[in-house]
């Protein structure tokens, strides 16, 4: 399974953006990168996903390097209801077109007023 | 909320006794997952069903634990003997029909203490 690299933790003031860096050296090219928070005590919530373009969506944009090694997801607003532990997964293919994400331990990200 | 229910959210059980949680999925999700969650560490997967046929077990999954989604709808997963290892979080997450590009919707989680 191919395993992401994330901080363990990260801060950032409310209102700035927080960038939020994930490696991801042993993806494979058809694997496709998936970014999921998770407030305590609740279930994952999807935030984005990408193959190998970078992606915008409502609460963060996703941004892939050329040679998909690494991502960084943005959000480019921080509040303190972002504060969560943030997981950058590679979706991982079972057979076919069935998957299963494979979470590592994320990054925790604090904001701050 | 995701639309994905959990029942129970929290559930304290003795060591060596039998507990069942159960999933309801989105209604016309046909896949469905379920994920274990250790303190301090990010979900692990567990197992998959497609309607009610169980395709992929993890090496997670002992004998210990069974799982079934009888008619393709709603799911269980049962710990026989529960031992205190088993206390985490437990996740369901379930995903539409069709499609190789989209997310899974997880559930609130049901959280297992063994005393």
């Known amino acids: 399974d191919a395993k992401t690299t994330q901080p363990p933790s990260m801060d950032c003031a409310e209102g700035r953006a927080a960038n939020l860096p994930c490696n991801h050296s042993?993806?494979?090219?058809?694997?496709?990168v998936y970014w999921y928070r998770q407030i305590h005590s609740q279930g994952p919530q999807y935030i984005i996903h990408g193959l190998k373009n970078n992606e915008t969506n409502e609460m963060a944009s996703l941004i892939i390097t050329e040679d998909r090694k690494s991502s960084t997801l943005i959000l480019p607003h921080a509040t303190l209801r972002d504060t969560a532990v943030y997981y950058c997964?590679?979706?991982?293919?079972?057979?076919?077109?069935?998957?299963?994400?494979?979470f590592g331990k994320g990054t925790l990200l604090t904001v701050n007023p | 909320d995701t639309g994905v229910s959990q029942d129970p959210r929290h559930k304290i059980t003795k060591r060596g006794q039998n507990v069942t949680f159960r999933c309801d999925p989105i209604s016309e999700h046909n896949r469905l997952y379920w994920y274990r969650q250790t303190l301090g560490q990010g979900p692990e997967f567990l197992t998959y069903f497609q309607n009610e046929a169980q395709l992929e077990k993890s090496r997670l999954l002992s004998d210990r634990f069974s799982a079934e989604r009888p008619k393709g709808s709603f799911s269980t997963l049962e710990i026989q003997r529960t031992e205190q290892g088993d206390s985490a979080m437990y996740l369901c997450a379930s995903i539409p029909t069709s499609g190789v590009d989209n997310e899974q919707f997880f559930g609130p989680g049901t959280r297992l203490t063994v005393l």
């Open positions: 042993t993806i494979s090219g058809n694997e496709y």
């Open positions: 997964i590679v979706r991982t293919y079972l057979y076919g077109s069935n998957y299963k994400l494979t």
